[in-house]
């Protein structure tokens, strides 16, 4: 008797699941009468969107006409379907004559997409909830592939509700006049400021949703190069800052935090060495560095979902995010699909972060080691083709920054000043010029500066 309950209850939660009927027809109807309805239907509306079955059929066929250049209106669908058996799953000529007598407002599609969006955002809601529920009484699956495996379906069903508008060329050159107005009349850089001048007037600073590669061989200045931009970001910004450091422990990146900030050298730190001005000095940094909001994460190995997950919480947590800094991408690994090799596995995680740093409106940067090969050659100055397990960085990227000091090579000129000068090439940007900038790296105190700091 329960289990025949239990299968009521359901039938009646599907029935009653929210829909707009009207709103689907309404659509539908549009869609026989107006190409430009098509157009603008099949990119914003998934098959699933629609709640009724003959519905998804019709729409479906839809799909197929316009893929195969079909022309679209009463009597090609009506032949369509008959000669693929599907009329009558659609509800018969009846049906189609109803929806072309309908006579819909095609000015108000975008208003009838978005009512049926909604319902079908809910309805998704709904089945996750039970999924939410079923998933819980399975003891035979770890935890945390059930919530990881959750959080993307979640994500997949936030996702559907950025749908993003479709703007006239009137609206958008409307708006850009307006930003180019506010910038002259007030210059800024576009994105965030590195710090470094030269840097910033190639790039124009890191965008939102960028996915910026810093790339060089080990023990190249990766790390310091990605602290110094991190602390540069916080003190221009104001912004909070997200470090992922997979290479060394919170406290390594401490301890390099303050030689960065107190110049007092990570030797004489760890082995605390220090004399009284010493001791002045790094307890007024301490104090400064703790009204920062810099955040520090040493998980080993993290998976995309893990990243997500703690972006999310500090997002929640500071109600803004301005820059996240992963150190490094060759640690990194993607738990939830295994591949054959490590150059797939690690080109799915570069789409990933991309797609993360759009889903953030936040510029993410990541470290990246660079293959054996810039060893074998007379001009050790690396190119794109030396990121290591390449695979889709160079794609994805929307910005790549080689690192290259001569004096790593020669240790003349690494003895003959701490403070050596620092080649740093621009390889691709997706939005503006390549070349070289030059700046100072202080060996001593492992942090970068601009190139006319005394």
């Not at 009724?52 to 839809?62: M, P, R």
């Not at 035979?140 to 508008?165: A, V």
């Not at 990243?307 to 150190?327: P, T, V, Y």
């Not at 080649?423 to 390549?434: D, H, S, V, Y």
Request: aromatic fraction near 8%; glycine fraction near 2%; proline fraction near 3%.
């Amino acid at each position: 008797m329960q289990q025949f309950n239990d299968n009521n209850e359901r039938l009646l939660i599907e029935k009653y699941l929210p829909h707009n009927f009207l709103a689907e027809k309404s659509i539908l109807s549009s869609l026989l009468i107006s190409s430009e309805a098509i157009d603008i239907t099949l990119r914003t509306v998934k098959i699933e969107t629609f709640y009724f079955k003959n519905h998804q059929e019709l729409y479906k066929a839809i799909i197929t006409m316009y893929k195969n250049k079909v022309p679209i209106d009463i009597l090609t669908l009506n032949t369509f379907l008959q000669n693929n058996g599907l009329l009558e799953k659609i509800g018969g000529t009846k049906f189609l004559l109803e929806l072309i007598n309908q006579v819909p407002n095609v000015v108000y599609l975008e208003d009838y997409i978005r009512l049926i969006q909604d319902k079908f955002i809910r309805r998704s809601l709904i089945k996750f909830s039970y999924k939410i529920i079923n998933s819980s009484y399975v003891t035979n699956i770890p935890l945390e592939t059930i919530l990881n495996d959750l959080e993307t379906q979640l994500l997949n069903i936030t996702t559907t509700i950025k749908t993003q508008k479709i703007y006239s060329t009137a609206e958008l050159l409307s708006h850009l006049l307006l930003e180019l107005k506010q910038k002259s009349l007030k210059p800024t850089l576009a994105g965030l400021s590195s710090g470094f001048y030269d840097l910033d007037s190639f790039t124009q600073g890191f965008h939102k949703s960028d996915l910026i590669i810093i790339a060089g061989r080990p023990s190249m200045g990766k790390t310091a190069l990605g602290l110094s931009i991190a602390i540069n970001t916080i003190k221009n910004s104001k912004l909070p800052v997200l470090f992922f450091s997979l290479e060394m422990s919170r406290e390594q990146l401490t301890y390099r935090l303050l030689t960065h900030e107190t110049d007092i050298s990570f030797m004489r730190l760890k082995t605390a060495n220090l004399y009284e001005e010493d001791w002045i000095k790094l307890n007024s940094t301490v104090k400064d560095l703790a009204n920062l909001p810099f955040f520090i994460d040493d998980t080993p190995n993290p998976s995309i979902q893990d990243l997500r997950a703690k972006i999310k919480k500090i997002r929640f947590e500071q109600n803004k995010l301005g820059l996240i800094i992963i150190d490094y991408l060759q640690l990194m690994q993607n738990s939830k699909f295994k591949t054959e090799s490590r150059v797939q596995e690690l080109s799915q995680i570069t789409r990933s972060l991309k797609n993360l740093a759009r889903e953030f409106e936040v510029p993410i940067i990541a470290l990246s080691q660079l293959s054996r090969n810039v060893e074998t050659r007379t001009n050790k100055r690396p190119l794109l083709s030396d990121l290591r397990e390449s695979g889709s960085i160079e794609q994805d990227a929307d910005l790549v920054l080689m690192l290259y000091r001569e004096s790593y090579y020669n240790s003349n000129i690494a003895a003959e000043n701490s403070k050596n000068s620092v080649e740093l090439i621009i390889a691709k940007q997706r939005n503006g010029p390549t070349g070289t900038v030059e700046l100072q790296f202080d060996a001593k105190h492992t942090k970068f500066l601009n190139i006319n700091n005394n």
